[in-house]
């Protein structure tokens, strides 16, 4: 929250404990080591990667502790960079390449989660009424979740042709990737895209209990506090966000209670399809994409 | 001088005489590492006994020093407090090995009180769940390794609040009610360790007991504001009250004695809710003034803000203009005000956290902005805290030093309302003898600003701050915690030797954070 400019690494870690606050892992483990700080302590004693492993698998990269972090350290960054030293995650992603260029215009680049429901990746595409992109880098988007090397030649096919387009990109890791991967592309994720349709816009209503990406929030948090800030005056629906203005991610069904807890919603409306199912199995009241709101 | 060494297993004298500071420009806060003398047999047994424990550089490293960034030190071994059975186990077998025991919540001291110099660290942040929330009588029952933030996040969702905690979301209910607990609403509610209604402690020895001022109320008295001497809070039963956004106001004053005088006027008359003070320059000093509710702002408004000399944000920058218009030559700091104002005060005014005119999460707008343009890796804030009448000299003195030693600094003024039938739990704490209705205190916070000063430059300058409180017979509200070489100049050998002996009864092998006061 206090910059959106993460450039430093772990030795700048000075132990304020602020990304506990925020920090799933944290929550369901309440053990210093399983949190940001405690990695970036640990490293700061030499730890390596391996001895490391079991935190670095809990983390679920939502990114809630870098906007908090007071002195800037790209964390999100910090732990996919030590997945990848992990010895398991030595696979290198090489899928075959799609044939010829992606058509021109914006770009849906919807991912695996949306595209395993196609009848909402339709829904989808007819509300932003763009071109879904026949390669949607979901491999990478794989090996950036799992700590996997991207095959160099492969990326670059992936990104040949994007950068300076619109894209509207559902996978939120690869979001966050192709910030840097594509300076001077403009780049959204699903949930901001769908938030700014009108018909969408319109249906939320303040009974509504709003579930932000959590993942593509704050990989662009600075700039995003103010859209969903604005969405929450215009709807009058409440969101998922802590009293830091940190989004609550729906990572598990303890999460998801924990998100919920107190809330007394008569719908809830999820901007990742992955959460529907998370949240559709805790609580008692209907669970819908955004995309879905356009129908109901 | 002259340190006899310490018998392995046994507790040294303390290596700070009363006198020892006097003419000394440093006094190094680390005290002796503990010898390990036991360790492992100590290990065996707890590890027998079901405790996890975790030792190595990796486990133990994250501890190695508090906010304060100047005592460093590491314990042989770590474990996360789970519940107040495992914390007794822990401590019984502590108590028979003779095992230092140094009991850390949000770490957030600056003396180095949650640092361990050997021994185990209890990392209480492990029992951080709130057990029951009675909104019907307004009370909370929570594990003390809670940090305040995470209470207030889960208060929120029942549209309710605690009353006061300090300003910087990561210390943690257990540590604060040891010390004290300083909010912008201290003057009307008082500090947080008199908000507690009873807790659950682990002595020393072993013994889970529940305490209060009815039940057990010698071990509540000690425990409250007491820095960990008497017991391990485990939980805590805590006042809380409906969840308000606040209306805030700014005052701008260029005398800090006129500031102050103001406060304490508003202070005495319940004109606000919330009051503070926080200088950006010796003649740029804020008065923030607050209040719940629409009625005592409108109160306010018709009977008490006239009467404040300070001026709106726009008639001070008029009075700044005029000011450095007449002296060219300080443009510099003309300058610096206005670079402080361009970086400071947008975060108090950030859209999320207002509507209608009204802040909400006061909490998380000030400690983002105490961490953002106050933090750094090292904090050095020392404190005083006296009784009102001795309050502006304890500032101005304070100040002046500030001025000797940082070009830029900040102060932070607030009272804090006593409780008469609290009397008991103030024996040896942050509020200062003598003090009757409110004490004051003033914390000095240099801007390290990127600066590399010596730890020599930042020990000379609490030792002048602290000197001021001994030479007025003032405490120190240890917002920055106080150096233990004061401990007796500030209190007396009688009342020191009375608490030790206290303490010696109740914790015979001397283990439990036995480096913090005696
Ligand atoms: C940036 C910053 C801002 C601050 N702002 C404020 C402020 O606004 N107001 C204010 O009053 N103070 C403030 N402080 C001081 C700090 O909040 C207090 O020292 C305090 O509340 C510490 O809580 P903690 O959990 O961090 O305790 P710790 O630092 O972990 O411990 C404090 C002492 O209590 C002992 N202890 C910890 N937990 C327990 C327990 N459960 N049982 C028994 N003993 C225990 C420790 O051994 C230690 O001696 C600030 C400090 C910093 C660095
Ligand atoms: S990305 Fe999320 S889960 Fe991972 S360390 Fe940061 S806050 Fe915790
Ligand atoms: S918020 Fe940043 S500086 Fe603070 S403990 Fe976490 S990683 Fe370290």
């Known amino acids: 929250m206090y910059s959106s400019a993460h450039s430093r690494e772990f030795p700048a870690c000075s132990g304020c404990s602020l990304c506990r606050l925020v920090c799933p892992m944290w929550r369901s483990h309440r053990d210093p080591r399983f949190s940001p700080e405690g990695l970036a302590k640990a490293l700061q004693c030499g730890a390596t990667a391996a001895e490391l492993a079991a935190p670095l698998d809990a983390c679920s990269f939502c990114g809630a502790c870098d906007p908090v972090c007071p002195e800037r350290i790209d964390l999100t960054g910090m732990i996919m960079e030590l997945r990848r030293q992990l010895p398991q995650s030595a696979t290198t992603v090489n899928v075959p390449v799609p044939p010829g260029p992606a058509p021109a215009g914006a770009l849906l680049l919807p991912g695996a989660a949306l595209r395993a429901d196609p009848a909402l990746l339709t829904r989808v595409k007819g509300l932003l009424g763009i071109a879904v992109a026949a390669d949607d880098g979901a491999d990478i988007a794989q090996a950036l979740e799992t700590g996997g090397a991207i095959d160099t030649p492969r990326q670059r096919a992936f990104l040949r042709g994007l950068d300076g387009r619109t894209l509207v990109v559902g996978d939120a890791l690869l979001l966050r990737q192709l910030r840097r991967w594509l300076p001077a592309a403009r780049l959204q994720g699903l949930g901001e895209a769908l938030g700014n349709v009108g018909v969408i816009r319109r249906r939320l209503a303040s009974a509504d209990f709003y579930v932000i990406e959590a993942r593509a929030y704050h990989a662009d948090y600075e700039r995003l506090v103010g859209h969903y800030d604005g969405l929450r005056a215009d709807t009058g629906c409440a969101m998922n966000l802590d009293l830091q203005r940190i989004a609550i991610p729906a990572v598990d069904e303890a999460e998801a209670r924990w998100m919920l807890q107190g809330r007394r919603p008569a719908r809830i409306v999820v901007e990742n399809p992955a959460e529907r199912e998370i949240l559709r199995r805790v609580a008692d009241v209907p669970v819908l994409h955004l995309a879905e709101l356009a129908e109901a | ?518």
Request: proline share 5%; net charge negative; charged share 20%.
């Open chain 2, 1 to 518: 001088m002259n340190i006899p060494p310490v018998e392995p297993g046994t507790v040294g004298p303390c290596p700070v005489a009363p006198d020892a500071l006097q003419g000394i420009k440093r006094q190094q806060t680390n005290p002796a590492r503990w010898n390990g003398a036991g360790w492992q047999d100590f290990v065996a047994a707890v590890r027998a006994a079901g405790v996890e424990l975790a030792e190595g550089s990796t486990a133990c490293g994250m501890y190695a020093t508090d906010a304060g960034g100047t005592a460093y030190g590491q314990p042989h071994g770590v474990v996360v407090a789970r519940n107040a059975g495992q914390v007794s186990t822990l401590l019984r077998a502590a108590q028979a090995h003779r095992v230092p025991v140094t009991v850390r919540g949000g770490g957030l001291t600056t003396e180095g009180e949650s640092v361990a110099f050997g021994g185990v660290l209890l990392d209480m942040s492990g029992m951080s769940r709130v057990l029951n929330i009675d909104a019907q009588n307004l009370t909370v029952r929570t594990e003390a390794g809670i940090y305040w933030h995470s209470l207030a996040e889960e208060l929120r969702r029942e549209n309710l609040d605690y009353l006061s905690a300090p300003l910087n979301l990561t210390s943690s209910v257990g540590g604060t009610l040891g010390v004290g607990g300083i909010d912008v609403n201290s003057a009307r509610l008082g500090c947080s360790a008199d908000q507690a209604v009873s807790l659950q402690v682990v002595t020393p020895t072993g013994e889970i007991v529940e305490c209060s001022d009815d039940e057990n109320a010698e071990l509540f008295q000690r425990v409250i504001l007491g820095y960990g001497q008497f017991g391990v809070i485990t939980e805590a039963t805590l006042r809380i009250r409906p969840y308000t956004p606040l209306a805030m106001h700014y005052y701008y004053y260029s005398s800090l004695a006129t500031a102050i005088e103001d406060l304490q006027m508003l202070d005495r008359n319940d004109a606000s809710d919330y009051s503070g003070i926080l200088t950006i320059m010796d003649c740029a000093v804020n008065l923030l003034v607050a209040f719940d509710s629409d009625e005592r702002e409108a109160a306010f408004k018709a009977n008490w803000e006239a009467r404040l000399r300070g001026f709106g944000e726009a008639g001070f920058a008029l009075c700044m203009l005029g000011h450095y218009a007449l002296r060219p030559w300080r443009i510099g700091e003309a300058l610096y005000l206005l670079q402080r104002k361009q970086a400071v005060f947008p975060e108090f005014r950030r859209p999320e956290f207002h509507r209608d005119g009204k802040m909400h999460d006061r909490s998380v707008v000030f400690s983002r902005a105490v961490w953002k343009h106050w933090g750094s890796r090292q904090m050095v804030i020392p404190d005083l805290a006296t009784p009102a009448d001795t309050f502006i000299e304890a500032v101005e003195r304070g100040n002046a030093v500030c001025r000797k030693y940082f070009p830029h600094y900040t102060l932070y003024c607030v009272g804090i309302k006593l409780r008469p039938e609290h009397k008991p739990h103030y024996e040896m704490s942050c509020v200062p003898p003598g003090a009757e209705g409110w004490a004051y205190g003033c914390e000095f916070e240099p801007m390290i600003e990127g600066e590399v000063y010596s730890r020599d430059h930042f020990q000379a300058f609490k030792n002048a701050i602290y000197d001021i409180g001994v030479d007025l017979g003032a405490s120190y509200y240890r917002f920055g915690g106080m150096m233990k070489g004061y401990i007796r100049r500030v209190f007396g050998d009688a009342l020191v030797d009375r608490h030790l002996a206290m303490k010696r009864k109740a914790d015979p092998a001397m283990i439990l954070n036995r480096d913090v006061i005696f």
